[in-house]
Every structure is written in structure tokens, then in C-alpha cells.
């Protein structure tokens, strides 16, 4: 919504003074007053806009990166609109952040965590275009990563591969993928690993996901919160978690708290964005939000979720950063579990994969 001291305003106004004066005062008699009230107003008009305030509803490991991103956009929103932005941040499980939207936490761009939760609010609760995935570069995912091993310091469970992970002396930290976006690719790329070891038997690989979960003694709502009783709760012989949010938990804690293994294989974890199109439509903040998220390709957001060791889409700043991001086989969610909606009610819903192999395992 506009300013009501705009310049469209300005006219229509001045030609009203114009015609008070002229009858109160006579046509030669209003000039010096003319000369003091209209570079008064004419200042009032220029006012500017009041500020934009965007809701960025995202998942757990992207709050540092997204404070950064945020504070470059405004500077470059103000430089070409002149006008302030300010991006709030929602934070939380991936699931968990969806159902907030769907209950009406008015978010005016989702980055969650797995396209599926954005599908969820585009089919179920109608709130943007079931096309989302398309209107933005690699399918709507700015920044890519994949899922690694946290371990206690010199590895003394020797902890290579995910063999290790279903060993019975060997406890594993890992989030509920009812809650949590990262947990599902957790959840995924174990899967992938026993797939493909075993020859895609499906049998032999929900018997490996099963030992696995039996090693879990708890299931926190996200990846932040995993991370948290990981590290600071000491429980668990290792932690799987998102690549940024070991690299995170390695440059704040030190090598004398954690150290990080790249496993054999891994998931190519896809995490995505979108504009809540009902939302914004709804609050007149459509342009800034599409240009906040057109921005996150611009080389300054890239370099900045580089830093944040997030892998970044954009070639030129991949290769810049190529030292930070170890090289091992990503395999795509379709390469065994097809689209994000189908892998979601096999695995995840009710009575799903999940719920069969974790309880059996209890």
C-alpha cells in the first residue's frame, strides 16, 4: 500500500490550494504564500515508502546463512527501490514448519527443507501454484547439499560408512522424519546406500533400516535440535546430519569436541523455495518477495551459502569453493524413490515404511 503523501497526490492537492487561495485571497495575492507551502508539501510528498516486512518461513540449519543473505538483499533492495526491507525468520523442523503454514502462519516465501512440504501447501492448502517448482532456476532449489556423519573426536568407534551405523555397539543421533525435512533425507540416503548395496532388494533394505533405528535413543523434531543433544547433551556415538550443519557444528565446537566423516555414498539433497502466492497477493508484497528469491542466485547469496557450506547452484562460485565440499557419489531422489509426493506416503505417512520398520525395531 502506498504512502498517502505521494506524488500522485501532489497535483490534484496543489491545484485545491490553489483555488482556496485564489478566492480567499485574490490572484495576486497568494503568490508568496504559494512560494512557502508548496516546497513544504513538496517535501511531505517525497516521503519515503513506508518499510517492506517479508516472513521467511525455513528449516532448521539455514538460520546463519539466511541472516546474512537477508542483510545484503536490503542493502541492494534500497539501493534500487529506496526503500527499507526487512526479512523476519521463522525457524524449525521442516514438517513442523509446514503445518504452521497450513495453520496460517502467514509466511510470504517458504525455503524449507524438501519439496514435498511445498507441494503439501500448494495441493492441500492451495496457498501458491502447484507449478511452484518451475518458476525458478534448477527446480526452484538455489543451493544444494547432502547428508554426513558428526562423530566424537578421534572416531573411536571407527566409524566409516553406514554399515557401521547398524552396529550394535554404536548409538546414532538422527531427527524424526515426522517432523523434520533433514530426518527424511537422513532417512533416505540410508535407505539409498542399502538399496544399492543389496541390489535394490527391498526385503534386505527395510532389515537395514530397522537395525538402524533400533540404534536411535531418541528422535528430536529437527536438525538444530539433534545437533544440540549430539554436542551439548553428549548423547550418541554419532550424528547424521545435514553436510552444512557438520561443517557448522565442527568450526564452532572444534576438533576437540567432533570430527566429521564422509560416507561412501550419499543423497543429493535438493532443499527448495518458494513464494506463498496467497500470502503475498494478499499483503501487496509479491514484487519483494520474488526478487528476494531471485537473489538467492545472485553470486553474492551463493558465495554467502558457499560459506555456510551449502553447495552452490551457480558454476562459477562452485568451482571457487570446490576445497570445501568433499567429492562422493550423490545419487537424485528419483534414482530410487521417485517424485517427493510418492516417496513421502510410502515412507513417511501413516503405517508407512518408517512407522513399520521404527516401531519394529523397539
Known sequence: MR???????????????????????????????????????????????????????????????????NAEFAKVWKTQHGQ?????????????QTRSVMDGLPADVVTLALGHDIDVLAIHGKRLATNWQSRLPHRSSPFTSTIVFLVRPGNPKSIKDWDDLVRPDVAVITPNPKTSGGARWNYLAAYGYALEKHGRNEGKAREFISRLYRNVPVLDAGARGATTTFLKRGLGDVLITWESEAML?????????????????????????????????????????????????????????????????????????????????????????????EASAKHFGEDGVFDRMYFLGR
Open 84 to 96: 527499507d526491507i526487512v526479512i523476519r525468520q521463522s525457524h524449525g523442523g521442516s514438517g513442523k
Open 249 to 341: 557444528a565442527l568450526k564452532e565446537s572444534g576438533t576437540e569436541s567432533c570430527a566429521i566423516v564422509i560416507p561412501s555414498m550419499s543423497i543429493l539433497a535438493e532443499p527448495p523455495v518458494s513464494v506463498v502466492d496467497k500470502v503475498v497477493k494478499r499483503r501487496g508484497t509479491e514484487m519483494a518477495a520474488r526478487a528476494y528469491l531471485e537473489f538467492l542466485y545472485s553470486e553474492t547469496a551463493q558465495e554467502i551459502g558457499a560459506q555456510h557450506h551449502f553447495r552452490p547452484t551457480s558454476e562459477t562460485v562452485r568451482q571457487r569453493y570446490a576445497d570445501r565440499f568433499p567429492q562422493l557419489r550423490l545419487f537424485p531422489l528419483e534414482e530410487y524413490f521417485g517424485h517427493w509426493m
Open 3 to 69: 504512502n498517502k503523501f505521494t506524488v500522485e497526490h501532489r497535483l490534484p492537492f496543489q491545484h485545491r490550494i490553489q483555488s482556496v487561495l485564489s478566492s480567499v485571497l485574490g490572484i495576486r495575492g497568494y503568490g508568496w504564500l504559494l512560494g512557502f507551502v508548496f516546497p513544504v508539501w513538496a517535501g511531505l510528498t517525497t516521503i519515503a515508502q513506508p518499510e517492506v516486512i517479508l516472513l521467511n518461513v525455513s528449516f532448521d540449519p539455514t538460520r546463519e546463512m539466511y541472516r546474512e543473505i
